[in-house]
């Protein structure tokens, strides 16, 4: 098993993170940076992990992140 599969979220994961983004009432998919701070902060991740989080969710650049399709 390759690394990359090892790290997949399982389905009930990505439900319960899919209910936390959607609390936070996004518009037209995204948060703004403001909102999703509070929750990553929360998250107890270090700065690393929690950049790299932010690099793969700000999917356009423009320091909002991105609803995932599921």
């Known amino acids: 098993m390759s690394s990359a ?3 997949r979220i399982t389905e009930d994961e ?3 993170y899919w ?3 959607s609390a936070l009432n ?4 995204y948060l703004t940076g403001f909102q999703a701070k509070t929750v990553l902060e929360n ?3 270090d700065n690393a992990q929690l950049e ?3 690099d793969l ?3 356009d650049n423009g320091s909002q ?3 995932i399709p599921h």
């Open 43 to 45: 998250s107890q991740l």
């Open 52 to 54: 790299a989080i932010w």
């Open 65 to 67: 992140t991105a609803s």
């Open 57 to 59: 969710a700000d999917v």
């Open 26 to 29: 996004p518009v037209n998919g």
């Open 5 to 7: 599969q090892q790290e």
């Open 14 to 16: 990505q439900r319960k």
């Open 19 to 21: 209910e936390i983004f």
